[in-house]
């Protein structure tokens, strides 16, 4: 039995000696107000006061049940007033959302992840003067009775404008398989590679490795300088090939970023592709296995760059979170120089390494909360504080948020939630932790209309994010109305990437009424220093 269903049982056996009536929660994500203790430590609230319990009514108590190891049925214990997971900023999700809508189609449910599209728009943080992180919360009035949104923002501060970072060692490895000979996929990762190797400085190191049915190497590890007509070469002379065998591809990229490790450089894995795997070994965690070492050892991290009309979500997705790294989609060369030039330190340095956040709710004054998007980046409450357990990759200028929809007792007035962040720095690997919290007052003014433009932003893009993927937030308006908020903002905000919400907003509604669609604007989107 492992230790989180071991900790399951412990506390469910004290809740019955004291002849507590428990109620579950269902797959929604939302809390509701039974009583449960908390006791202190690594697996109790990261920050604030310790809220009181209280009865739940029984309108709002769902039924839950789950089975033992020895099969007999218990029922479940009531859910915390905790909320834990790894950091993510990944924004894949939103730009194949642009580009399945562009294509006059609605993204599948599965690939629509809402922190990956609030990830994708400038935020106005405050950032911290060091390399950790600043903690914001704030929030507002949803149109929904009795419902606030609460926003958990996270920001690092930015790469130098002197160049002054550690040089980088990077291992391109390259899909070329059949499937990458369409418009758009290897033609594009040519192009994407050629970008970054103008920008990557003298000192700083790459490889290449090619893959189809087989993996190749087709340029070791080799510094810039003095090299860059043979790098671009290399680049230039990939034709697609045959089947797709990602883990071939990114197994020979490890061995070959360890052979060229070099110590105190940012070493990083860059793999490009369409993720149609379709030969050899498929699963993402059986594929990352392979290269534990490298990734524990020496620190590797894997930076993954989708492309192509169909594209390998999930398994791109897994491997960049399983591979400690981070993910983005390209459609074109204006959304490739935005990532392999305008946010190339992010995607080349690390702030914070296995970064996890948790919110701690006051029952006082919350009686529900539900986080919005997140669902693969969970983490027990438990091992928040447990260093050893996977978290989150965050480089320069990174902006993290999560927003919570959250329902306000009647008449509560006082605090509403501490947000803590742990991360540990990448050279010392020492933890560090930053709090934030919330009152009332801070929330008590309505969403739409107000100061807060980039808070309805984020609104707009979690509610968009939510009703592609079937959800049911409370507050949620009609898509009409919400291209219509998002026209507003881009006009107040003078923000192109919020012109281009709209317009996606815009189609994904004239989709669903079965008319027509023009394709969206061809640039890249996201906050990033």
Known sequence: MDRRARTYRGALA???AGGILITGCGGSGTTNDAAVDHSSGSGGPAGGRQPSGGSAAPEQREDATGRAEDGAARESAAPDYLSTFALDVDTASYGYARRTLGDGQLPAADTVRPEEFVNSFRQGYERPDGNGFAVSVDGARSDAADWSLVRVGLATKPASGTGERPPAALTFVVDISGSMSEPGRLDLAKTSLGILADELRDDDSVSLVTFSEEAETRLPMTRLQGNRTKVRDAIEEMEPADSTNVAAGVERGYDEAVEGHRKGANNRVVLLSDALANTGETDADAILERIGDAREEYGITL???????????????RLTNKGDGNTTYIADETQAR????????????????????????????????????????????????????DGGEVGPGHTVTALYAVRLRKGASGHVATATVRWLDPKTKKAHEETGSV???????????????????????????????????????????????????????????????????????????????????????????
């Open 303 to 317: 930076f993954g760059v989708g492309v192509g009309s169909d594209y390998g979500d999930e398994l791109m997705e």
């Open 439 to 529: 009152e009332t007052g801070a929330i008590d003014g309505k969403l739409w209309g107000g100061d807060g433009t980039r808070l309805q932003v984020t609104a707009v893009a979690a509610y968009f994010a939510d009703t592609l993927r079937g959800g049911d937030l409370p507050g949620t308006p009609a898509l009409g109305e919400l291209a219509d908020r998002a026209r507003k903002l881009a006009s107040s905000t003078e923000d192109s990437s919020v012109e281009r919400l709209a317009t996606m907003i815009e189609q994904a509604d004239r989709i669903r009424n079965g008319s027509g669609d023009e394709p969206p604007g061809d640039e890249g989107d996201g906050e990033l220093g």
């Open 14 to 16: 004290l809740l019955l």
């Open 338 to 389: 935005k990532v392999f030039v305008d946010q190339l330190p992010a995607h080349v340095e690390l702030r914070a390494r296995d970064a996890k956040a948790q919110v701690s709710f006051d029952r006082e004054t919350v009686q529900q909360f539900r986080l919005i998007g997140y669902e693969n980046r969970k983490v027990a409450d438990e091992d928040f504080r447990d260093d050893s357990v």
